[in-house]
DNA sequence: CGACAACTTGACGGGCGTCAACCGGAGTGG
DNA sequence: CCACTCCGGTTGACGCCCGTCAAGTTGTCG
């Protein structure tokens, strides 16, 4: 059985939905977009620094990431993407992207055309104003990075990943009690918390020597959630993920 | 002789129109918008984090900062901002502020409803276009910062945010031959870089010391403004400032 | 079973934080 | 006009968190 359009779209048009007040109407104009689906392998480059894309793409299943380096060389991860983000919605307005973004696992992608997402945004308001807001929960996280790497020891910086992390696989249907999929290598989440991957090896260790994590390869199991929010100095407002924290009207 | 309210949103018109396509009807209409204007002294909070700001302000003289607190307190500013700078145009669209806003300087501030703006940016697509691509360049700073904080040395950081001030100062029309103001003390320095004061003060030591800058009280003067792009590894394509990264049909 | 990437561990060093004292200018009040 | 205060800047001593380097070890996938 196929897929259908409205299957592939569904995390991202529940996500936007989340957001915001889109009716049965839009969600209908969205997933009408023509959209061409990809697998692509683990590494793989979405686009890099200085392009200028053409489609942005819908992430259907696997995670990604978005990073910039220093003119010396050193990778910065500044947000991980999942199932049903949206991957730079900004390229709408934006023609040179200002960083890379790269898959993290093997994925299945929608690209659809920028031109004909910026014609719907234009044509529905309420449909561009769930894109803007996207954009903004975006923007809202890159703050509480600024944060997060400013401001946290390591300890902190990794459980307040791990935090974020586990709250919005939560939301996109990819947990499970706790214990959700990390698919990243110690030297990604040194470049995601601005640490050395050596570093991030013991204090991974000590974080699980707390009894508040632990790692099965490439999963985390989340022992005491409360523990490692205290940790982390977890609030996950900035996620602006329930209604109470929007402006619907 | 009062100032009108075209003088009094120069500075942010201009700005939004460098950022985009807007029609004199366009700036017609967002001048026409009612605003209060509000003088108040350094150090004001304009909203904190938790509240839910029913206007938005239009920096028309002075310099502000948006920061955030861990829960253990340590502060980390996420972006300041000057003449021209609309603040919390997000609050468009996320009702409960995600960090804080307070003045550097004295200020002049022009508070105009959210409601209204809303319905401007709804009313004419193209003016919401230019409010969300303002947006946009905003997250897309915020990730530099990321990078800034998670991945450079001192010097680096710090010259990085004398580069990106500079060239803003420089837009906004607040620089004379790399000369601008810097009113920010090396505490509020610190909290912008991820450091302490102390190491601040030595750091900028060690920047005058190479001859890159010079530093009378509150305002900066670049000697040496390759060598400090040097230091920083400053490439300011992140600010999408010309027209060339800017996506305008 | 071999090759390669990822993880682990130890030793060592340095950049930056911490603590604490002191200086200097601006505002204030007597 | 001068003492007082306060805030911001400056300097030194010291220590720790985290980076660096380098050598294993484990896991994975042909």
Redesign the pocket.
Same mark, same amino acid.
């Given at each position: 059985m196929k897929a259908t359009a409205a299957d592939l779209w569904g995390p991202a048009t529940q996500k936007l939905g989340r957001l915001g007040t889109l009716t049965a109407d839009d969600i209908q104009a969205i997933t009408a977009l023509p959209m061409k689906v990809r697998e692509v392998k683990a590494g793989t480059y979405l686009f890099r620094e200085g392009d200028e894309p053409s489609h942005c793409c819908v992430l259907i299943a696997g995670y990604a990431n978005r990073h910039k380096l220093t003119t010396d060389g050193s990778r910065q991860i500044v947000s991980i993407h999942m199932r049903g983000d949206i991957i730079d919605l900004q390229q709408l307005l934006l023609t040179t992207a200002d960083h890379s973004v790269q898959t993290l696992t093997a994925a299945t992608l929608g690209m659809i055309s920028i031109r004909q997402m910026k014609d719907l945004a234009r044509e529905r308001p309420s449909v561009g104003e769930a894109f803007w807001r996207d954009c903004l929960v975006d923007a809202s996280t890159f703050r509480e990075w600024v944060l997060n790497v400013g401001r946290r020891?390591?300890?902190a910086r990794i459980a307040h990943l791990l935090c974020e992390f586990g709250t919005r696989s939560e939301s996109a249907g990819l947990s499970r009690n706790g214990k959700f999929e990390l698919p990243m290598?110690?030297?990604q989440l040194a470049d995601a918390t601005? @640490?050395?991957?050596?570093?991030v090896?013991?204090? @991974?260790?000590r974080l699980r020597a707390q009894g508040l994590i632990e790692r099965t390869?490439?999963s985390i199991d989340v022992v005491d959630w409360d523990g490692l929010k205290l940790v982390a100095g977890f609030r996950g407002s900035y996620l602006h993920e329930s209604m109470g924290g929007l402006r619907n009207s």
């Open positions: 020891d390591a300890p290598t110690q030297e601005g @640490l050395t991957p050596v570093h090896n013991r204090t @991974l260790q390869m490439r």
